[in-house]
């Protein structure tokens, strides 16, 4: 008499197929996202732009023989020439150095005022959205709450009461970067104070849009099998919100994020306009903008240089988002057998 042969329900023979099969399917997916990406030539372009322009803004004002606080005043504004491609501005500094020195700002403002938005965006929001019920009645009020804040003024008023030479965040800056950069201490330092605050102050505001497409992708996908399937395994919530339901909700998460770059610098830049962003003698395209449009009538190579450097930035990262949205779009995506 034949015997059946047991079988251990603690072999993984069973679960290797589905599992190859999905992550099989997911680097498909994922395949067909980077070809639909790269046939997209505007947002390659834009990409290409981007890396063009930060590229510069690091090895120009270290190859240039020009510093970017270096003044001379007997020269002046002096128009586009040989010895200064871009000019020169009232102070005679070399506005090429200055354009990209200012390009290290702004970019740095923008992406990690934006890192910023995403830890504390993606944290809500996934938070909120897995546990549901009371939890995402309460974290979402906060939401709407902060919403009625108009954006720009919030940060003008942060900027004005908390970012002042002196002052408590001031002196804490100062007592934190003393023992690493003794500059630190000293009043000249203070602008970068401000550029770090900056930094915060957008990334902390800027994050409630974040949670909102956090929370709806979440809430999507907290019942869907894989997810009752690691509850099962007893893994924690911790793990099921950052390893199971955030990188499957990347897609639109990326998309927002790379429109949440520009967003940001333009922010930074109507903030420089207005006085309370970047401080001389540093320099950002918006202060540069700033300086530019008071001497647009008789300098206005001071002007067009740094507008049109944020132009085509803010032209490139959007192209950049309407790509990856294009490819990451579950309806433009073929079907599998």
């Not at 934006?114 to 939401?143: E, H, P, Q």
């Not at 869907?224 to 690691?230: I, R, Y």
């Amino acid at each position: 008499m034949s015997v059946l042969p047991h079988k251990n329900m603690d072999e993984p023979a069973d679960t290797e197929a589905p599992l190859g099969a999905l992550t099989a399917l997911g680097s498909s997916l994922r395949a067909d996202a980077w070809r639909r990406l790269r046939g997209n030539r505007t947002a390659v372009a834009s990409a290409f732009l981007l890396l063009l322009l930060m590229f510069l803004s690091v090895v120009v004002p270290m190859a240039s023989r020009f510093r970017y606080d270096a003044t001379d005043l007997a020269l002046g504004a002096a128009p586009p020439s040989l010895a200064h491609f871009m000019g020169t501005d009232a102070l005679g500094r070399d506005l090429l150095v200055r354009l990209f020195f200012g390009g290290r700002i702004s970019f740095a403002v923008g992406l990690i005022a934006t890192l910023v938005s995403f830890v504390i965006g993606c944290s809500w929001g996934a938070t909120a959205g897995y546990f549901g019920k009371n939890v995402d009645a309460v974290m979402m009020r906060i939401v709407d709450v902060l919403y009625t804040f108009p954006f720009l003024i919030l940060v003008i008023v942060l900027q004005v009461f908390f970012a002042n030479q002196g002052g408590v965040l001031h002196r804490s800056f100062s007592y934190v970067l003393g023992p690493l950069i003794p500059e630190a201490r000293e009043p000249s330092y203070f602008p970068v104070f401000q550029i770090v605050f900056v930094f915060a102050a957008l990334g902390s505001i800027s994050w409630l849009t974040m949670a909102r497409i956090v929370r709806g992708q979440v809430l999507t996908l907290r019942e869907q099998p894989f997810v009752e399937a690691a509850r099962s395994l007893g893994v924690g919530h911790f793990a099921i919100i950052f390893r199971h339901l955030l990188p499957n909700a990347l897609g639109p998460i990326v998309v927002y994020t790379t429109l949440t770059v520009p967003e940001i610098m333009l922010t930074e830049a109507f903030l420089s306009f207005l006085g309370l962003g970047t401080q001389e003698p540093l320099s950002s395209w918006g202060s540069l903008a700033a300086a530019g449009a008071d001497a647009l009538d008789i300098h206005p190579w001071t002007l067009v240089f740094p507008a049109a450097a944020l132009a085509l930035t803010l032209f490139a990262f959007n192209h950049l988002g309407d790509g990856l949205r294009d490819a990451l779009d579950p309806r433009t995506q073929t079907g599998h057998s």
